[in-house]
């Protein structure tokens, strides 16, 4: 009897929450269009004209990638996509929205390659580097396998580099497919500035990505304070020493964040929500603050990355390092009065970095001028200074 009792108020309480979870979530997205007092669809891409990849029963379902593949041919011209198995969330979602701006400007239809993984069996852990796309409002009507998928006899891709894309310095006239070469990372807004509304729609995370039960401690705290994600990424980069990010880079950015709220915004009680893959260090390297300043780390448990993304676009503000899973973040977040801070490039990365003058000239170039975006203020990682 007793154990009954206890039950049901375990569900009602579980059922409470979830509604007030589907709540902020159902306010949340509907916040761009209702801003922009315009919820009507994307206007899609050009169906393909040949072949039929309706595969959508694949996701989730975890049947093997290969069953749902038809041997058909491409006609030309289209725009390939394919997404590089090591690249994580944030170079997926660059070399996406490059692709679709690419598609969007030919009016052409944009093809994915997928990826030879088996969907069901995706963690999101810090590290793994799996398809993401689908987690996203992205449609994925045109999948395609290379390989299996052919081009007709004679077609082939015109592979285009960062360079070319950014000065347009393709044959415009050309109507072979066209696909990014595996060097472009496409690293900045200008690839696809002029459909940025698009993007703002297609990269909002769906709901069914997202574990409700286990997010909804966050959520609640996030969207109920002046809440600042700080983002410390150790992962891939305490590979090597060289790589080591300087730690009082954070420091700095949590002091000049609480500054620039108080000075700019008016705001004296800001939240610091800590997302990282490596909680232990962060911690440790935070304790202090945390005794001046509010922090919640966030990514404890069995969070995803996906989950860890969303909550970090909702934040009102951002603190993050030179990583490209939170230059999505600090730029999906919809609060139009964010601060945001993140770190200049270290010169020493360019040193280490083995590839060819040309292109190495080229990511200095872009680095140093349009990857950050203008409104945002960028620190050195080693003296706190300003970067102007
Ligand atoms: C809403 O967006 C659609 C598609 O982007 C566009 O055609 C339409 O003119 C827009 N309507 C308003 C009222 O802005
Ligand atoms: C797709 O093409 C294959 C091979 O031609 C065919 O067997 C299948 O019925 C088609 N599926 C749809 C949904 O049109
Ligand atoms: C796909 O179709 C082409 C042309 O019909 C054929 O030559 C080829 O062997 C097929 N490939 C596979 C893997 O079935
Ligand atoms: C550009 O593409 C068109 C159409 O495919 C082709 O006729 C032309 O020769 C190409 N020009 C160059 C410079 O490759
Ligand atoms: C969602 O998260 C809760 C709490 O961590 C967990 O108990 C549950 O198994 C998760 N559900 C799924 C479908 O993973
Ligand atoms: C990013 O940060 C890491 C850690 O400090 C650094 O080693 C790397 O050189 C940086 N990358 C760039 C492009 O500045
Ligand atoms: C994480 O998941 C595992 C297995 O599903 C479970 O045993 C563990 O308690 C979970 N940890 C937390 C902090 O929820
Ligand atoms: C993806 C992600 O951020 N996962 C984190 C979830 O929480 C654990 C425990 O703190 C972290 O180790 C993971 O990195």
Redesign the pocket.
């Known amino acids: 009897m007793l154990a009954v009792f206890l039950i049901l108020i375990k569900i009602s309480y579980l059922s409470k929450n979830l509604k007030t979870t589907t709540h902020y979530l159902s306010t949340l997205s509907n916040f761009e269009c209702m801003e922009q007092q315009n919820c009507s669809q994307l206007e899609p891409l050009p169906s393909p004209k040949s072949g039929n990849f309706t595969f959508k029963d694949i996701f989730g379902w975890g049947l093997p990638f290969q069953k749902t593949f038809y041997n058909t041919t491409l006609s030309p011209p289209g725009v390939i996509l394919e997404i590089n198995s090591v690249s994580g969330i944030g170079n997926q979602l660059f070399v996406y929205a490059c692709s679709y701006a690419l598609a969007k400007r030919k009016n052409w239809p944009l093809y994915i390659h997928f990826p030879k993984q088996n969907l069901a069996f995706r963690q999101?852990?810090?590290n793994q580097r799996e398809f993401v796309l689908d987690k996203f409002t992205i449609p994925l009507d045109n999948i395609i396998q290379l390989g299996v998928t052919q081009f007709p006899p004679g077609q082939s891709q015109l592979w285009l580099s960062d360079e070319d894309l950014l000065e347009r310095k393709y044959n415009k006239t050309s109507n072979q497919f066209m696909q990014l070469d595996y060097s472009s990372c496409c690293q900045s807004e200008l690839y696809w500035k002029e459909y940025e509304q698009d993007i703002h729609r297609l990269f909002q995370v769906r709901t069914d990505s997202l574990n409700l039960t286990r997010i909804q401690k966050p959520l609640k705290e996030i969207t109920s304070t002046e809440s600042v994600a700080v983002h410390v990424r150790r992962g891939d980069f305490v590979r090597d020493e060289s790589y080591t990010f300087p730690t009082q880079f954070h420091m700095k950015a949590v002091h000049l964040m609480v500054e620039m709220l108080r000075r700019e915004r008016n705001v004296e009680n800001p939240v610091f929500f800590v997302?990282?893959?490596?909680?232990t260090y962060a911690k440790r390297k935070f304790k202090e603050f945390s005794k001046i300043y509010q922090f919640v780390?966030v990514?404890?448990?069995?969070?995803?990355?996906v989950e860890?993304f969303f909550l970090m676009c909702l934040c009102k503000h951002i603190i993050f390092p030179n990583s490209t899973f939170s230059w999505w973040a600090a730029v999906l977040n919809k609060n139009k009065k964010k601060l945001v801070i993140t770190s200049a490039f270290n010169p020493q990365y360019f040193k280490i970095w083995n590839s060819n003058n040309k292109a190495k000239e080229f990511y200095k170039m872009s680095y140093g001028t349009f990857y950050h975006r203008k409104e945002w203020t960028v620190i050195d990682p080693f003296s706190g200074g300003l970067v102007t």
């Open positions: 999101f852990q810090p997302f990282t893959d490596d909680t780390f990514s404890e448990g069995n969070n995803t990355s860890d």
